[in-house]
């Protein structure tokens, strides 16, 4: 049975308005062959809980008490008056207003400045699950809202054993696997049209924490090379995961592609990369 990730609805990106429902598609490399509901993570995540209906939602790695970045589904804290300034200076703004647009409950334009329409959409989210609505991105308003907002049906590879990496060009997704079980998710670009990163499965073969394009001549920290010259990297030009193309690679926001290093750099990583070019 292929993993599922989870099921929000379709977005209007760049816009930040929710649009509908994910469908069930038919089978193909780059179509689910079904969405189901996510599962229902406890407030600082120690069991999963069931799906709403008969759907059974995905398997998501325990949040420990102790919070600190090698735990599942976090990120920094952030609140009221945090913005995204530039790649170098990534606060993951804009990837809040996203993933609470998503649960259709932020509908102003997702812009990475943290102000009063993002508070608000947090205390919302808070409200709905429980927390304490502080207004600010907490580490369990973080382990909750990420695997809600992470989405689709990854290959049935990903269940495998280890820390697998699966890549959906098509929804701008990397969601990192530990032994089947979702760990974490990250928003990411890939290749141009006519530099795509390529579909398939493949092994870390080369690590570099401070690697420089000898094409390209750009920084590319915390780089894990998979297929020839692709890598899962940090990116020192994206600020919008939805705006722009890399040259074949995997970008990350430089803080997430050190999160990922910093689990996975002394562990044999299986990357597979699917979905449609987008």
Same mark, same amino acid.
């Given at each position: ?15 930040? %308005? ?12 780059? +179509? ?28 998501? *790695? ?5 919070? %600190?970045? *090698? ?19 990534? !606060? ?14 932020? =509908? ?17 989210? /808070? ?5 304490? !609505? ?7 308003? @973080? ?6 907002? +992470?989405?689709?049906?990854?290959? =049935? ?32 670009? +890939?290749?141009?049209?006519?530099? !795509? ?17 000898? /094409? ?6 915390? %780089? ?10 940090? %990116? ?22 050190? !999160? ?9 990583? +299986? ?5 449609? @070019?987008?």
């Amino acid at each position: 049975m292929r993993r599922t990730i989870g099921l929000i609805g379709t977005l209007t990106l760049l816009l930040g %308005s929710a649009a509908g429902v994910l469908t069930p598609a038919e089978a193909t490399p780059d +179509t689910p062959a079904k969405v189901v509901a996510p599962a229902v993570v406890t407030a600082v995540v120690t069991a999963v809980a069931p799906a709403v209906g008969p759907a059974v939602g995905p398997a998501v *790695a325990p949040v420990a008490a102790k919070w %600190s970045l *090698a735990q599942p589904f976090t990120r920094e804290g952030i609140k009221t008056g945090t913005r995204d300034n530039g790649p170098q200076h990534i !606060q993951h703004v804009r990837e809040v207003q996203l993933r609470l647009a998503r649960t259709g409950l932020y =509908k102003s334009a997702i812009d990475g400045v943290f102000g009063a329409s993002t508070e608000k959409a947090v205390k919302a989210f /808070q409200a709905r699950w429980g927390l304490r !609505q502080t207004g600010a991105m907490n580490p369990v308003t @973080w382990a909750k809202l990420i695997p809600r907002t +992470t989405y689709g049906v990854a290959p =049935k590879v990903c269940d495998g054993p280890g820390w697998h990496m699966c890549v959906d060009r098509k929804r701008h997704q990397a969601s990192l696997f530990k032994n089947g079980a979702l760990y974490n998710s990250w928003l990411v670009r +890939t290749g141009q049209y006519t530099l !795509q990163t390529r579909t398939g499965s493949f092994n870390v073969y080369w690590r570099d924490i401070a690697h420089v394009s000898h /094409q390209y001549g750009g920084g590319m920290p915390y %780089s894990q090379f998979f297929s020839g010259g692709q890598a899962l990297h940090g %990116s020192e030009l994206m600020t919008n995961p939805f705006d722009g193309h890399s040259h074949g690679c995997v970008n990350f926001y430089i803080e997430d592609a050190r !999160q990922l290093w910093n689990l996975t750099h002394n562990a044999k990583l +299986t990357v597979t990369v699917y979905g449609a @070019w987008d």
